[in-house]
Nanobody
């Protein structure tokens, strides 16, 4: 059973940056498509970015394109979400999620629909405030 753990959340001023990390206590994340999502109070869960199992293909929501970057740290087996130029509206609980791919599969790309992902972390709070 894959267990995902997010880290790196916190309080930051508008215009600042945070770096979120998604790790696993089970299988390496190499065999999963990984996505980052967020949910603010009273709002629906929003897909932010996904990265292919190979790490070569990424997909971003318009709301974060140009500000957030998803990447794989293959030495650590983690997936990073680098968040720059943060805004107050970015305040939310941020989750990473994983969907397995078949062994030997080529690059698999997924969209930003949270319902397509089977494994979820507990979330990390990001608060953007002055």
């Amino acid at each position: 059973q894959l267990q995902l753990v997010e880290s790196g959340g916190g309080l930051v001023q508008p215009g600042g940056s945070l770096r979120l990390s998604c790790g696993s206590s089970g299988s390496p994340l190499d065999f999963y498509v990984i996505g980052w999502f967020r949910q603010a109070p009273g709002k629906q869960r929003e897909g932010l970015a996904t990265i292919s199992n190979s790490g070569g293909i990424t997909n971003y929501a318009d709301s974060v394109k140009g500000r957030f970057t998803i990447s794989r740290d293959k030495t650590k087996g983690t997936v990073i979400l680098q968040m720059n130029s943060l805004r107050t509206e970015d305040t939310a609980v941020y989750y990473c999620a994983a969907e397995p791919v078949m062994p030997g599969a080529g690059p698999v790309v997924m969209g930003l629909d949270w319902r397509d992902f089977d494994y979820w972390g507990q979330g990390t709070q990001v608060t953007v405030s002055s």
